[in-house]
C-alpha cells in the first residue's frame, strides 16, 4: 500500500519532503499547521492509520497508509469541533487543527476500550504533546470528554433500540 491523503493516492515524493510539505505545499491543505518544525507543539498533527503523528518529522517518502488531515475530519468530527467552540478549547485557533485532529483519535480510541477510572488524567496525559499558548487546556480537555460521553451515551441509546 502506498501512500494517501484523505482517500486520494499520492504519487512519488521527494527523499527530503516531510508530510508537513506535502500536505499544504503539494496538496494545498492549508489545516495542518506549521510552527516549532521540530515536532514539539503538535500543531502539525494529522492522523496515519488513525495514529497521530507530528507531521513535520515525518518523511513522506516513508509513510505508508492512509494520512488524515483536519480537512478530512469536517463532517465526521463536527460534534468535536462544536464542542470545541460550546467550551472555549480555542482561543487564537493557530494550535486548533492540530489539537482537533489528536482529539479525534483520543475520542475514537476511548470508544473501543473500557473507560479509564480518571478519564481527564487519561485524556490530559494524551493530549499532552499538543500545546496551546491560550487556553489553559480546560476547554480542550472538556471538549473532548464532552464528546466522548455524547457519542458512548448516543451509542448505548442505539444498541437499546
Not at 15 to 32: F, M, N, P
Not at 98 to 123: K, N, W
Amino acid at each position: 500500500m502506498g501512500l494517501r491523503v484523505n482517500g486520494n493516492e499520492v504519487g512519488a515524493v521527494g527523499a527530503d519532503v516531510t508530510l508537513l510539505e506535502l500536505i499544504r505545499e503539494t496538496l494545498g491543505l492549508k489545516g495542518t499547521k506549521a510552527a516549532c518544525e521540530r515536532g514539539e507543539c503538535g500543531s502539525c498533527t494529522v492522523l496515519v492509520d488513525g495514529r497521530p503523528v507530528a507531521a513535520c518529522i515525518q518523511l513522506a517518502c516513508l509513510t505508508q497508509g492512509e494520512v488524515t488531515t483536519v480537512e478530512a475530519l469536517a463532517e465526521s468530527d463536527r460534534d468535536l469541533r462544536e464542542a470545541f467552540a460550546e467550551f472555549g478549547g480555542f482561543q487564537c485557533g493557530f494550535c486548533t487543527s492540530g489539537q482537533i485532529v489528536h482529539a479525534a483519535s483520543l475520542v475514537r480510541e476511548l470508544q473501543s476500550q473500557p473507560e479509564p477510572a480518571d478519564l481527564e488524567a487519561f485524556v490530559r496525559h494524551r493530549m499532552s504533546g499538543n500545546l496551546c499558548r491560550c487556553t489553559g487546556y480546560v476547554g480542550i480537555v472538556d471538549a473532548i470528554i464532552a464528546t466522548y460521553r455524547r457519542r458512548t451515551e448516543a451509542a448505548n441509546a442505539g444498541a437499546a433500540a
